[in-house]
């Protein structure tokens, strides 16, 4: 009975008894079909009262906690806890998933709420931030989510009149949400005087913006907008847990045990208390309620569910009871009847009835009951307490018999003796004890053995033994009554146990895992009758075993629906049901048993993956019942994918080197060569890991990948064109359906998948994001919109695309073991099936999620693993290839039969119209009928089929086959060999393509005088290949090793290969066959060579160390080269054949002598003057510089330099060729790099001739030939090379302006506290103390008693005029300073927009009017006007994000209508402190936007949504201007500091291709500052230095130069005419200004004086509009010029960058003055909204004062000295200097004889006006706390109040004689 297979009979959930009501509220509703939805521990019930029948929705994974109806009342959603909670939806008719929605939350789902329509649904989880989401469930898509709150957030409510408005309540707070874009804002709700700020438990929305709410205090508080506007008092008498909206009006819970129903003006209707009725009781408290018609639903916290009719309210029906909060242990079966008692820590013993569902009785204890046992005839019942003691009950009437108490640990477990003699009873103290029954339970006996508490006691059939098992895992046995141990093993083997309830030993030993001895599985119980077992463990499961259960491991079939600890088993006493009790959810589960003849297979009830009668994951057996794996399937599961360092680590080590040798000067670097290379052909195929990867597309091209390419091969001319996008090696390949469009997975930390287009190469899709390691499989859908994928992370996670917008539909994890293969179903788009490793499941897409379902194997076969898997065209027919050569039908989730396929795994199968090809390991090409019924035709894979035409020879016969498809007439196959053949139905075959086989390439030899090559591989074979347009293998031969080397004589004749194992052969290079071999080493052989000329001697590197050197033509060795202190890596000869350099592992370049291996030390001057043979060593002065910065990590594997000394071409451990001009000296020279190869390249050499390179690719099994592109050839094809990195140490110029904006960081400009530094305490904080006046200086006037505060207060407020509201009427300003291109035309030129401050203005030209936008809370730095007629006048402004605020919870961009000042949408963004730039793109839909964080990210959103599109880092500095091309939604352009990209949106993500500059003279990259558009792909960038640089594509075509001779801060794209403006920082001349119009191609133009004034002019944005053109200026002006006068007229005129502290206001007049830290004063006129007046002061200004009659005006200064002008010549009248630091205020005294000084030198100085300009003070304060902020005088100028720095004012007196005085 050793078999581990799973029991074949199985259970099936009938009942749960219990309703959560703890912890949780709102969660009981009735359903469209009057059923009664609510959930108990992991499960959805649904429970038809009248048919008294339940349902089961078993979707989750841990306890629910939250449920919400769908107003169509059919669909629920539930919330769960857990480290991952997800939502599911699902139909409470079919209890089937609808929808899954994950990967957001965490800790749990605290509350549910769908919208009005049912569209949407919010959440709110229970992580710290309380976070809310809302959902488009449906399609399972997060739309929004924000912080919710800092504390605990208990419901939350959709408004059902306003579509975009939700409210939530929780603790002391509500908050009213509005949903715009992507951005949730909440505003708090106020409570004012109205009610007490408490926790609000419940909620309902009313229209007309009424919101009601239930609060702790049992109070109803009522909500208009977001005030509370009146309270109902004591609707109840204790907190309001629920309250149900619905037709008719409200109801209400609470914890006093009432039900109250409101109509719908919240008018009471009815109260019911449950408390009085006959099934209440004391404390009994409300959780949820449910109001239809006239019925109502109560849930209580002791979890019973009450049902109300209306009219007889008196008589509530008890529906539905369970235990209450406390852990549920004990657990009891009748002897004789169907029933169960359960014993709790609620202190109640209930009796079940199985028959009818029901609770029977039930009995309240005076402790916690930890255990039950019935005794063997029914009549009694005995209860183990917590506190130690026991009861025995009489079953009849529940009296008691006796209660005994001998210990003072809980009783967890009793039982009595079969023969009903006596009680066993153990204890947690660790001993049994023996009860006598007949004796009153006299105790009689006492098992002591015990170490550790008593777990579990079984007694035999005749009562006279009993077994233990205890916490310490011992297993113990006795004898009966006494107690004394029993030892003998014989004896103990022949007990015949009554009861198994044990989980020690050998009969259970299969129910643990293997390798473990944890405490997991709680309780196990045994069915004699049926061989089962049935166990609950801590994760809430519930398995079958078979019984007994021998061996570790076994097989078993699981349930889920409790949630954690599933605390006890048992079976009935007929076997027809097994009951489960949960310890923290309180349930009783209650499973009818289906015994194995019923089942048949088909009873599949639960539909969820969790339901599903399974084999287990975690059981394999490794015994005879499974067969032994398949060497291939078996060597490929262990691959292993992963990297030291992937491809997405090279920036941040690039960064970290740079950051660790920034102290290093720059010396002179190399520079780059001028030749390129070219990819031409590649040699290999990736079989050996890999399947369906090879294809046709729609021209008959072929598609297929290896190393890090993608090929498309071309037949007819034998000529590859290349995907090179991918930056690791490919795993995985599928073809669109309809159209040529191929999908390629890769290897990486987050793996990527590219879809591209096979005619133009071009990516148009990149997918990132969701896997790890490496993707292994992929398919479009039949309609070719979705792909689905699958990744290489310990769960094999499957992800479904919508790939054209790049965004994940759904994801689920997919499999514990590797998965081969994944099909999408070609009829239903949400289905798929997987097949892997003892695995195939079929997948049904729900949201954002998947539920699967295993296949069911039944009888017909066995669970193997599935190498490959189609779908046929009946609609539920598939077919899989097994690992045993089998083909398996499949009829939806059944097994229908088996076909014998082929010998060894089948490993591709290709769906044909009529039927199905198969491929297998055994190397044969099957056609099958479309049922597998017949075989219709056979194709073996032979070297005597192969036709004359093809490209190759095969390696042997049968090879493994990988890939099969159909086509064109053909049959197409990929071996794991690497080869691809195509098969003409006819039977000929001929061979394509073919590469090395698994194993790394080291070994690398060009022919000395033919277009040939050799390499030699790990994978034993010696291949020669043809380089010439035939590209094919001409000759190969088995190695008896891998070899790591080769080289051929200087006559071309002779080969010699050096192999793993330290010997080495030399060939002849045509037949490949021996001449001679010698074995003189152990380790591996690195490197051979010939000497020049005649080929005299052989030099032959090895690991040991040595070279040793042999003459050719005597077959001897006649030298050693003894010194390296490691292994040997290169060698070269001489061109005399006598000096042999020699490289080692350890770095180090040694020199030899032929013949005999003497070393020379030469000195490196040296070095270069010799002439070499060849140079394949990567040491020495001569390529220093090709070693990277970061070469710690990273190895240059090999050299090779061209005859003519000119280009040296390196291969690297990234899997980078480069090019270097030779020699390399100094360090890190620059560089061309080339993509291709996927982690090491291991050797590189030049043809003969040097027109072309070969490089070898380590594992990636590739020989890659390049062609070499001279200089004059390749200006017509641009470079594709990368540039190496060549923003080192180029400067990229410098001008103030720029280098200010540059290093502006915005944070710092957010006050997040008071601007000065104040002292003390804040006035509202301070006690008020009555001031000396008060107390005796002025008598009472009143003898009355003084009024109590409070009348006080009051009278005050009341006699008060209420404060009118402000209302903004005009700004003057603009931000310029660091900002730009921040200024449009609105309306055809009438109006036009810019911002100030926070504020979007709308100002009117002809009218001079200002309206604004005022929803921002900081800063604007940017805005933007959607220039696409759909969306006219439509604006998106961004501002500063405040980081006091949690992150990202001020939306920083924000989309409105500059007419109407609505907010369109919000966009909430996640750059860290600010967004500060963003453009619309051509069509309008599309938002791009760019930080101000350290990566500078580039987002691109889909606004009207709110959807983020995609993200990516910028660039290191600055990025200042990111604009759409004007006629793209895909294509856009950043500029910034040392940084031109051309960047194309791919789905959701981000390619760029930086701008290459090319040899052009004068140009370098420098900073870039602007950007317009031409047509033809013309690009103009504006530089630093004045110039402007002209794109074609991301070439550099020209310059033009000094288009200004400043910084060309702004470009203006005319769309209409194409017509160009750029303004920059100019000193305005005749010929030049800071303003010029240009043609479309920018080579002519005219200038515009802009009549500032200024010696400089710096202009920050123009917009041209018609006739006119607009110009914003740095200094803040806004200037209109007109194209044919160039007439400028100031519209706006600001003050410039500095803080404004100064203002006064004139005593008569409607103008004001203000001072500014810019150093000017301006007068301005209110009626006329303009500036008067501006006068330059030379230093920053901080305050200012009108005297009392407007003619004088006081300014004080920064450093500490102020003047006085004359308001009408704003000529200065005096000025003094006495202070040193800033002068805060300034007042000239009521009768404008005294000015008073106030300065930060915690002074105020007095001075007399009246004695003319020389301003001699005459008195000053000092005895002040702190620093001045203001000052008044009193009417009279007697006395002059102070406000101070430390929040205290002081009053002092001014009379020349007070002041020395004070």
Same mark, same amino acid.
């Given at each position: ?7 074949s009979?199985q ?19 009735y ?7 609510y ?9 038809n009262?009248?048919e ?9 994974? !841990? ?65 710290? /931030? ?9 399609k ?12 605990r ?7 059902p ?17 509005m949903l ?12 004012g ?31 208009? %907008? ?41 008018? #009471? ?14 404390g009994l ?9 006239d ?24 529906i ?23 014993g709790?820590?609620?202190?109640s ?10 609770l ?6 005076e ?16 209860l ?33 003796? #079969?023969?009903?003699?006596y ?10 004890? @023996?009860?006598?029954?007949a ?12 170490l550790?508490?008593i ?25 009966m ?5 029993l ?40 069915n004699?009758?049926s ?17 007994p259960?021998?061996?570790?491991g ?16 048992r079976?009935s ?20 048993? *289906?015994?194995e ?18 084999y ?29 360092v992937?491809?997405?680590?090279l ?27 070219k ?21 008959g091209?072929?598609?297929?990948? *290896? ?36 999908a ?35 398919d ?17 996670? =499957? ?17 514990k ?5 994944v ?26 999620g ?16 599935m ?12 077919f899989s ?42 190397? =044969?090409?099957?056609l ?13 894979? /032979? ?96 190695l008896k ?40 080493r ?8 010939f ?10 590197a ?28 290169h ?28 070393r ?14 060849t140079w ?15 070469? !710690? ?78 200089? %004059?050839?390749q ?26 904006e540059?290093? *502006?960081?915005?944070?710092? +400009? ?7 530094e ?21 008598p ?35 931000r ?42 900081? !800063? ?5 006007v959607?220039?696409?007629p ?22 920083? =961009?924000? @989309? ?26 051509a ?5 791009v ?20 599109v ?7 500095e ?15 352009v ?9 960047w194309?949106?791919?789905g ?38 004045g ?28 769309l ?16 030049g ?10 080579k ?50 600001g003050?410039?960058?500095?803080? =404004? ?11 004001f *003055? ?14 006329? +909204? ?15 004062a009108?005297? #009392? ?24 009248? %005096? ?16 009768d404008s004889r ?33 620093f ?11 006395y ?23």
């Amino acid at each position: 009975m050793a078999d581990r297979t799973a029991p074949s009979c199985q259970l099936r959930l009938e009942w749960v008894y219990g309703y959560r009501g703890h912890q949780c509220r709102n969660n009981l509703y009735y359903t469209a079909g009057k059923e009664v939805v609510y959930f108990v521990a992991g499960v959805g019930v649904v429970y038809n009262t009248r048919e008294h029948s339940q349902k089961f929705f078993l979707g989750h994974n !841990d306890d629910i906690i939250s449920l919400a109806l769908h107003p169509d009342k059919t669909l629920v959603a539930t919330g769960q806890v857990g480290k991952e909670p997800y939502i599911c939806i699902w139909d409470s008719y079919n209890v089937q998933t609808v929808s899954i929605l994950k990967d957001v939350h965490t800790h749990g789902v605290a509350c549910l709420a769908f919208d009005s329509d049912g569209q949407r649904l919010a959440s709110v989880g229970l992580d710290a /931030k309380n976070t809310v989401c809302i959902w488009d469930w449906r399609k399972g898509k997060l739309l929004a989510s924000a912080t919710g709150h800092s504390d605990r957030i208990f419901d939350i409510s959709w408004d059902p009149y306003q579509p975009n408005r939700v409210v939530s309540c929780g603790v002391k707070h509500i908050k009213f949400w509005m949903l715009c874009g992507n951005a949730l804002t909440a505003k708090r709700g106020i409570f004012g005087k109205t009610g007490d700020l408490q926790t609000i438990l419940c909620l309902a929305c009313a229209k007309e913006d009424i919101t009601y709410s239930g609060a702790l205090n049992g109070d109803i508080y009522v909500w208009k %907008g977001l005030n509370l506007v009146r309270t109902i008092q004591g609707a109840h008498s204790a907190g309001i847990f629920s309250m149900y909206a619905c037709e008719e009006g409200f109801a209400t819970g609470g914890r006093d045990g009432c039900i109250r129903l409101w109509d719908t003006d919240f008018k #009471p209707i009815t109260k019911i208390d449950l408390r009085e009725t006959e099934q209440g009781y004391k404390g009994l408290s409300i959780r949820s309620v449910c109001w239809k018609a006239d019925r109502l639903l109560a849930g209580t916290q002791d979890s019973e569910i009450f049902e109300v009719i209306v009219r007889e309210r008196d008589k509530p029906m008890l529906i539905l009871q369970g235990h209450c909060e406390g852990e549920l242990w004990a657990l009891a079966l009748h002897p004789k009847k169907p029933l169960a008692v359960t014993g709790s820590d609620d202190r109640s013993v209930r009796l079940w009835s199985l028959a009818d569902h029901a609770l029977i009785a039930r009995c309240n204890m005076e402790e916690a009951v930890r255990s039950v046992a019935f005794s063997p005839d029914g009549s009694q019942l005995a209860l183990g307490m917590k506190d130690g003691s026991f009861i025995v009950l009489r079953v009849r009437d529940m009296t008691e018999v006796v209660h005994i108490k001998d210990r003072k640990e809980v009783i967890h477990e009793m039982k009595f003796s #079969p023969d009903g003699s006596y009680l066993a009873v153990g204890s947690n103290d660790g001993p049994v004890d @023996v009860y006598a029954v007949a004796q009153r339970y006299k105790k009689i006996g006492e098992c002591s053995k015990s170490l550790s508490f008593i777990t579990h006691i079984d007694w035999s059939l005749d009562s006279k033994y009993l077994q233990t098992n205890d916490g310490a895992g011992e297993r113990l046995f006795y004898k009966m009554p006494s107690g004394k141990p029993l030892t003998s093993k014989e004896e103990i083997k022949g007990i015949p146990w009554a009861s198994w309830t044990c989980v020690k030993g050998p009969e259970v030993s299969g129910i643990w895992p293997k390798y473990t001895d944890v405490t997991d599985i709680n309780s196990v119980d045994a069915n004699y009758n049926s061989s089962v077992l049935v166990s609950g463990d801590d994760f809430g499961l519930v398995k079958l075993f078979k019984f007994p259960c021998l061996k570790k491991g076994a097989k078993f079939r699981k349930y889920v629906g409790h949630s954690a600890h599933v605390t006890n088993v048992r079976w009935s006493h007929d076997f027809q049901w097994v009951l489960s009790t949960g310890g923290a959810d309180h349930s009783v589960f209650q499973w009818r048993f *289906i015994p194995e003849g019923v089942s048949n297979g088909l009873l599949e009830t639960a539909p969820q993956e969790g339901g599903t009668d399974s084999y287990s994951e975690e059981s394999d057996s490794d015994l005879s019942d499974v067969p032994e794996l398949d060497s291939d399937i078996e060597q490929e599961t262990q691959i292993n994918y992963d990297r030291q360092v992937y491809k997405e680590d090279l920036p941040q080590l690039k960064q970290q080197s740079k950051e660790k040798n920034h102290a290093v000067p720059f010396l002179k670097r190399e520079k780059a060569p001028e030749d390129s290379l070219k990819l031409q052909f590649i040699h290999g195929y990736r079989g050996y890991d890999c399947r369906n990867n090879l294809f046709y597309t729609q021209t008959g091209e072929v598609v297929y990948h *290896i190393a890090a390419v993608a090929v498309v091969y071309n037949r007819q001319q034998h000529s590859q064109r290349l995907y090179l996008g991918h930056d690791d090696d490919i795993l995985s390949l599928t073809i669109h359906p309809v159209k040529d469009f191929v999908a390629t997975g890769q290897v990486g930390r987050d793996a990527a998948i590219h879809v591209w287009d096979t005619q133009t190469l071009k990516c148009l899709s990149l997918l990132k994001g969701q896997h790890q390691r490496g993707v292994c499989a992929l398919d479009f859908s039949a309609d070719g919109k979705c792909l689905v994928s699958v990744g290489l992370d310990d769960f094999h996670s =499957i992800v479904f695309w919508d790939w054209k917008k790049g965004e994940k539909i759904a994801t689920t994890r997919g499999h514990k073991d590797k998965i081969f293969v994944v099909k999408c179903n070609p009829h239903h788009v949400d289905k798929l099936v997987t097949v892997g490793m003892k695995h195939i499941k079929f997948w049904q897409q729900a949201g954002g999620g998947f539920t699967s379902k295993r296949g069911i194997f039944g009888s017909v076969g066995k669970l193997e693993t599935m190498m490959c898997v189609s779908y046929g065209r009946m609609e539920d027919l598939v077919f899989s290839g097994a690992a045993t050569g089998d083909i398996f039908i499949w009829k939806d989730i059944l097994l229908l039969k088996t076909v014998k396929a082929h010998d060894g795994p089948v490993f591709a199968m290709y769906a044909l119209d009529k039927g199905f090809v198969t491929g297998g390991k055994d190397g =044969i090409v099957e056609l099958w009928d479309d049922m597998f019924e017949r075989c219709l035709k056979t194709y073996a894979i /032979k070297r005597a089929a192969l036709s004359t035409s093809s490209k190759g020879l095969l390696l042997e016969d049968n090879p493994s086959i990988r890939a099969i498809t159909l086509g064109h007439g053909h049959i197409l196959v990929g071996t794991k060999n690497g080869e691809i053949l195509e098969i003409d139905k006819s039977g000929p075959m001929t061979l394509l393509v073919q590469g090395h086989m698994e194993g790394e390439v080291w070994g690398l030899a060009a022919h000395p005088l033919l277009p040939i090559c050799a390499t030699v591989s790990d994978d034993k074979t010696l291949r020669i290949w043809e380089l010439s347009s035939q590209h094919r293998m001409l000759a190969v031969r088995k190695l008896k090793k891998g070899g790591r080397c080769c080289a051929f004589s200087p006559d071309g004749k002779a080969l010699a290969v050096g192999l793993n194992d330290g010997s080495f052969l030399v060939v002849n290079a045509d037949t490949v066959e021996d001449m001679v071999s010698f074995h003189h080493r152990k380790e591996m052989i690195s490197d051979i060579k010939f000497s020049k000329d005649t080929g005299k001697y052989l030099a032959v590197a090895s690991h040991d160390n040595f070279v040793d050197i042999y003459n050719v033509l005597t077959s001897k060795r006649v030298g050693i080269c003894k010194g390296a202190s490691s292994y040997i890596t290169h060698i070269d000869w001489d061109s005399r054949g006598k000096l042999l350099q020699v490289n080692s592992g350890a770095k180090e370049q040694l020199f030899f002598e032929a013949p005999r291996g003497k070393r020379h030390v030469i000195r490196p001057s040296e070095i270069e003057k010799i002439e070499w043979d060849t140079w394949t060593c990567v040491l020495g002065p001569t390529c220093e510089g090709i070693w990277p910065a970061h070469s !710690d990590v990273t190895d240059v594997n090999a050299a090779s330099l061209t005859k003519d000394c000119s280009l040296l071409a390196t291969g690297d451990d990234f899997g980078f060729v480069k090019l270097f001009s030779y020699p390399v000296k100094g360090q890190h020279a620059r560089f061309k790099k080339y993509v291709g190869h996927s982690a090491h390249v291991t050797n590189v050499r030049w043809l003969h001739n040097d027109s072309v390179l070969l490089t070898v690719g380590g594992a990636d099994t590739a020989l890659m030939i390049w062609t070499r592109e001279f200089v %004059g050839t390749q200006e017509s094809k641009l470079v594709d090379s990368e540039e190496s990195d060549t923003d080192a140490e180029e400067d990229g110029g410098y001008d103030s302006d720029v280098a200010r904006e540059k290093a *502006i960081d915005y944070t710092t +400009k957010i006050y997040a506290v008071s601007i000065r530094e104040m002292e003390g305490t804040k006035p509202h904080q301070q006690l008020k103390e009555v001031s000396v006046e008060e107390r005796g200086l002025r008598p009472p006037v009143s003898r009355a008693a003084p009024q109590p505060e409070k009348l006080q207060k009051n009278n005050i407020t009341k006699k008060k005029k209420l404060v009118e509201e402000l209302a903004l009427e005009h700004v003057f300003g603009y931000r310029g300073f660091d900002c730009r291109n921040n200024l449009h035309y609105l309306n055809d030129g009438a109006d036009i927009i810019f911002h100030t401050a926070a504020a979007g203005v709308l100002q009117n030209l002809s009218t001079g009017s200002q309206s604004f936008y005022l929803e921002h809370t900081d !800063d604007i730095l940017c805005l933007t006007v959607n220039q696409h007629p759909k969306y006219r006048n439509v604006v998106a402004t961004s501002q500063i994000v405040d980081i006091t605020e949690t992150q990202g919870t001020t939306p920083s =961009i924000h @989309v409105w209508d500059a007419m109407s000042k609505h907010t369109l949408s919000m966009l909430r963004c996640f750059h860290s402190k600010g967004v500060n730039y963003i453009n619309f793109s051509a069509t309008g839909k599309l938002l791009v936007s760019v930080g101000v964080d350290p990566e500078h990210t580039i987002t691109v959103w889909r606004w009207q949504e709110g959807a983020k599109v995609a993200s990516r880092g910028g660039h290191l500095e600055r990025i200042f201007v990111v604009e759409f091309r004007p006629d793209s939604d895909t294509q856009f352009v950043s500029v910034g500091v040392k940084h031109m990209k051309f960047w194309t949106l791919a789905g959701s993500a981000l390619l760029y291709k930086k701008g290459v500059i090319g040899s052009m003279e004068a140009a370098k990259m420098q900073t870039m500052l602007s950007v317009a558009f031409g047509a033809n792909n013309l690009t103009f960038t504006g530089a630093i230095n004045g110039d402007v640089y002209v794109w074609k594509d991301h070439f550099l075509i020209r310059l033009v130069a000094k288009a200004h001779t400043g910084p060309v801060f702004t470009m203006y794209t005319t769309l209409r005419d194409g017509l160009i403006v750029t303004g920059g920082k100019e000193r305005p001349t005749k010929e030049g200004g800071a303003v010029k119009l240009w043609d479309q191609e920018m080579k002519r133009c005219r200038a515009f004086q802009l009549e500032t004034g200024q010696l400089v002019e710096c202009v920050r944005s123009v917009c041209r509009g018609k006739g006119k053109i607009l110009v914003g200026t740095k200094d803040g002006e806004i200037i209109e010029v007109g194209e044919k006068n160039a007439a400028s007229n100031i519209l706006i005129d600001g003050h410039m960058e500095g803080e =404004i502290w100064g203002l006064a206001t004139h005593p008569t007049k409607d103008i004001f *003055i203000s001072a500014s830290n810019d150093g000017t004063a301006r007068i301005w006129d209110l009626a006329d +909204k303009k500036l008067l007046n501006k006068v330059n002061l030379g230093h920053a200004a901080r305050c200012a004062a009108y005297s #009392p009659d407007g003619e004088m005006v006081a300014i004080g200064m920064k450093n500490g000295e102020f003047v006085i002008l004359l308001v009408n010549s704003l000529k200065v009248w %005096g000025k003094k200097r006495d202070r040193k630091s800033a002068i805060q205020d300034v007042r000239i005294s009521p009768d404008s004889r005294f000015l008073a000084v106030g300065s930060s030198e915690h002074t105020v100085d007095f001075y007399d006006l009246t004695q003319g300009t020389s301003l001699n003070r005459i008195g000053y304060c000092k005895d002040i706390p702190s620093f001045v902020i203001q000052m008044d005088f009193s009417a009279d100028g007697r006395y002059i109040q102070v406000s101070t720095g430390a929040y205290k004012g002081q009053v002092q007196g001014t009379a020349p004689e007070d002041a020395f005085r004070a």
